[in-house]
């Protein structure tokens, strides 16, 4: 899909609240694969979720004995109406009506949230900020979907960069799309319907957030390039100590100083690796320039290996 197009339909999806982007399962099953050892004897809660249609409830139901799971939850909301309660523990299943709509921030919902180990789903994208502010504030375990973008709200990106949350494994084109709704506009040339019908948008651009551990926050970054005689292909920036990286990959290993790396760095982030020491802003706190101009959104880094040896690496 292109850029132009993603950043249209998800802006106008947060803009009017038209948040009806369901995960597939595929999907679901994509990621999930890499927490199993996570669930055993657990309460999982989906707070987001019509039992009726939600593939998380469908992957967690499918896979009840195997993850071990002590109880499976959902809750759904409906708009001006009474929402929608879901439970099974491996044999007995309950269903009903809320007294309320269903709202994740409802009161209802907020108790039956307390009493969970493990909240998984996609919320809301126009409601993200909150909806992962009240999993901090409960202190539960967690695995949601959103926009890559929400790694630049300060909300979510101070939690990232105090460990309190971090990314899951898919990212980007790792997440194959989302079912819309028939009056969502179907943009990009990878907008289809699939064989069951189903109307698919791929906007290439979200993540799995979550506090679960996950192979990839224990890979070391393998780094290759060389800062030190090849200077000139760093630039440094106007109003912050620190050389700019245009990609990952770019990352030299022997730079002791601040680094300013996209948001996208966030997926290969080991933080035994590299320190976050700031997102976006400069000394002057205006946002970070190279000779008057803006790269996109960078967070400054630092290789923690300086923090106990300050020596340059040299290139022999």
């Not at 597939?24 to 987001?48: A, R, T």
């Not at 790396?261 to 320190?275: A, G, M, R």
Request: charged fraction near 25%; hydrophobic fraction near 30%.
């Amino acid at each position: 899909m292109a850029r132009n197009a993603t950043n249209t339909l998800l802006h106008n999806a947060k803009k009017s609240k038209n948040d009806e982007f369901y995960t597939q399962l595929c999907d679901i099953e994509s990621e999930l694969q890499h927490y199993k050892n996570h669930f055993k004897g657990k309460i999982v809660y989906c707070n987001c979720d019509d039992w009726q249609v939600s593939n998380f409830v469908k992957y967690f139901k499918a896979n009840f004995k195997s993850l071990g799971i002590k109880k499976l939850i959902s809750t759904c909301y409906i708009e001006n109406d009474q929402g929608k309660f879901f439970e099974y523990n491996g044999s007995n299943t309950k269903i009903q009506l809320l007294k309320g709509d269903g709202d994740f921030r409802s009161d209802e919902c907020a108790k039956i949230l307390t009493k969970s180990d493990i909240i998984v789903t996609n919320p809301p994208f126009s409601l993200f900020r909150e909806y992962i502010q009240q999993l901090i504030v409960n202190g539960k375990m967690f695995l949601s979907i959103g926009n890559v973008n929400a790694i630049t709200y300060k909300e979510i990106f101070k939690l990232i960069k105090e460990n309190k949350t971090w990314l899951g494994v898919n990212l980007g084109r790792g997440v194959s799309g989302f079912i819309v709704p028939k009056h969502y506009e179907l943009f990009g040339t990878e907008a289809r319907i699939d064989d069951n019908g189903n109307r698919i948008v791929a906007p290439n651009n979200c993540l799995w957030l979550t506090n679960l551990n996950n192979f990839k926050r224990n890979e070391y970054l393998n780094l290759s390039n060389n800062y030190i005689g090849n200077e000139d292909a760093y630039s440094q920036y106007d109003n912050y100590d620190a050389i700019n990286i245009n990609k990952t990959k770019d990352i030299p290993c022997d730079y002791q100083g601040c680094m300013g790396v996209p948001i996208t760095f966030l997926h290969k982030y080991n933080p035994e690796q590299f320190e976050i020491v700031k997102f976006r802003k400069g000394h002057d706190e205006k946002d970070l320039s190279i000779n008057g101009k803006c790269p996109y959104f960078r967070i400054l880094i630092r290789n923690r290996k300086y923090n106990y040896n300050p020596i340059l690496i040299s290139n022999g």
